[in-house]
């Protein structure tokens, strides 16, 4: 297997999953540390460039639309897709962060307990809802036809127009306290959420109430490809856990350590590690075949479809694809 990198672009900062999204046809980043850029997906090719602000807590995609919500200055800002244009700017509370869009509506708000939940319009910002006060949520997840939030042992599926409470969730284990994903769709009925003490718990809009899945070694990153919920391990390595009854199907031992996010590629899925190794692997586990992109400290993968792989550096962001 070789990997062939299409395009590559130096950031000038470090790269990383939280500051970057992949559109249909485009790739938008934050880069140069204060510089929020487009690039054409097929050649990297620059878009539009326009300034922005430091580190996002958050980008969105949103149809034609892009939203961010960079650190500083305290602001949530609405980009036209196309052009780079601004459409509109709406000043945030100090410490805003988190972003989810649903249809019309833009959710924020929740980060680490620092301000109110609010739900915007899309196309102009102003202000639909707004909690009374400050709360606190993991990262909102756009599932089951509202916005899931939560924090401790509490979930709750909000009606983005209202903020209205659609359902409600008591889980046996208290929600993981991250600002990685925690909430790991399965499909339109069912989620998994990664909780304290290394435990998933899996729920849904079904009769069945919520259930422990197990609990595993120490693991850091999560999410759902292929069929499995995976975890990356302190100890290096990647565990595939059936999201049905929690059993293990497979593990593997790497080193060096793993990034995220193990990404799906034709039968199997694609992993890749710090020093800029790559591995396929079939659903089973098993490594089909392995490569590099050399020189490369790896921060984290990503993909769009089978086309497109895309990897985050230290550094750098580009575009690869893998030929046998």
């Not at 392995?290 to 479809?305: E, K, N, V």
Request: hydrophobic share 40%; aromatic share 6%.
């Amino acid at each position: 297997m070789i990997a062939t990198v299409l395009w590559e672009r130096e950031l000038h900062q470090p790269g990383g999953a939280s500051a970057f999204v992949v559109g249909p046809d485009c790739v938008v980043l934050h880069e140069r540390h204060t510089r929020l850029v487009c690039l054409e997906r097929a050649d990297g090719a620059v878009r539009w460039d326009v300034p922005l602000g430091t580190w996002p807590r958050g980008i969105a995609l949103a149809g034609d639309r892009v939203l961010v919500l960079p650190q500083t200055p305290d602001r949530l800002s609405c980009i036209d897709l196309r052009t780079g244009a601004s459409l509109w700017s709406v000043a945030t509370p100090a410490l805003t962060g988190n972003l989810v869009v649903h249809a019309d509506t833009v959710v924020t708000g929740g980060w680490r307990g620092y301000t109110p939940m609010s739900g915007l319009d899309l196309s102009d910002g102003t202000e639909r809802w707004t909690t009374p006060s400050a709360v606190t949520s993991v990262r909102p997840l756009v599932w089951g036809g509202g916005v899931l939030t939560g924090s401790g042992r509490d979930a709750v599926l909000l009606d983005p127009v209202d903020g209205s409470a659609l359902a409600a969730w008591r889980l046996p284990d208290r929600l993981a306290v991250s600002d990685a994903q925690v909430f790991l769709p399965l499909d339109a009925e069912r989620v998994v959420a990664v909780c304290e003490d290394s435990s998933l718990v899996a729920f849904g809009t079904g009769a069945d109430g919520p259930a422990r899945l197990g609990s595993y070694e120490p693991f850091g990153a999560a999410g759902y490809v292929g069929g499995s919920v995976w975890v990356l391990r302190s100890g290096r390595g990647l565990l595939a856990v059936d999201p049905a009854d929690g059993r293990s199907r497979w593990s593997l031992d790497a080193e060096p350590r793993l990034v995220p996010d193990p990404v799906p590629y034709a039968d199997g899925v694609v992993v890749g590690d710090v020093n800029g190794g790559i591995r396929r692997l079939g659903h089973d586990g098993r490594t089909v075949a392995t490569c590099s992109l050399p020189g490369r400290r790896l921060r984290g993968l990503a993909a769009a479809d089978e086309a497109g792989l895309f990897f985050a550096a230290k550094g750098s962001f580009g575009s690869f694809t893998l030929t046998l």
